[in-house]
């Protein structure tokens, strides 16, 4: 597996496009963003589980129980999200105008919005949007793509990667958007992939769940579930080998490729997180199973102590083994061993015997690893966190006006 660039156009037979279309009133930036592959694909989706779910996760929902897609239409400035029952219908006007500037149907046609909750879709210029996203699509799109999807992210998140099956040649390609109401149990952001693989509905959901579980799902910023959290993968089969077998060793490389490239997304939203000057890994050993393992890892992720402490770069160890002991896994004091970066910090669920001006050094970096050990059992996880700053403050008090 290598990297390579064009993002959703790497793969063969997609194209996307980027516009500004006004979404919020006054602004020039890239806000609308189109994605489409030149084939039919199959097409998986997770979603937020939030119960205010807004109405594009509806019906990408049911277009991906249906199993097929060709285009995937964003935008950002507005979440349309509790918005009723004009929020439904302005999302079918949004399907059908795609569908009738690409000569789709309907039916095939996800839609995705990010922004501010609450307020009506300003239809006029998202139908704008959609006849320019039409006419400005390219196979070199992606990152304009990518840019019109972003709200308070400082950088665009776009990857791609190709990879060598027994039978040929495949490529993944992907674009991201998040940087606040990161939180686990579902991927808290809009993501879009693409490959040109050939593989059924069913299995491609499955690998995607698989990959979700080891990446979006292993991530926080600020512990609020989002009420538009999708993501979405399409497979069109213009790579031209034959499809991906259940049970083959291709199959298990496909997995491996999907599950970095959501991982490397995972990581640079977290990198962006709003405010953040961290970035904290933490990896939890010791446990019974992995879902225990990933139990301690989120606990401490999540905590708003443990986060402010790596914000004050302050080493305070007792916060995390505070966390780890919350967190609903039952283990032996005696057996915790939290290591900082490199060092020691606490054993045997005692302080450690390290130097303060040790541990002050690691605190001051950018990028932390905090390893903790509660015992010898085979679970393992590894969970992504960002710090909690006074600018994450300033963000958000006044993110909608």
Known sequence: ???????????????????????????????CALIVSDAPATVAGMFTTNVMKSPPVYRNQDVCAAGSARAVFLNSGNANAATGERGHADVQTTVEAVAGALGIGAEETCVCSTGVIGVPLPMDRIQNGINNCAKA?????????AVAI???DTVPKEFAYEVELSSGTVRLGAIAKGSGMISPNMATMLCTITTDVSVTAADLR??????????????????????SDTVLILANGESGIPPIDPDSNDREQFQAALTELCQELAMALVRDGEGASKFIEIAVSGTASDDDAKTIARAIGNSQLCKTAFFGEDANWGRFACAAGYAGVAFDPADLMITLGDLPICSGGLAADYAEEDAAAIMKQHDIRLTVSVGDGSGRATFWTSDLSHDYVSINADYRT
């Open 206 to 227: 499955s690998m995607l769940q698989a990959a979700v579980d080891l990446s979006f799902h292993q991530m926080c910023i600020d512990n609020d579930l989002s009420t």
């Open 137 to 145: 699509l390219s196979a070199a799109g992606s990152p304009d793509a």
């Open 150 to 152: 972003m709200t308070t």
């Open 1 to 31: 597996m290598k990297a390579v660039e064009g993002g959703v156009c790497a793969p063969k037979g997609f194209r996307a496009s980027g516009v500004a279309a006004g979404i919020k009133p006054g602004s020039t930036k890239l806000d």
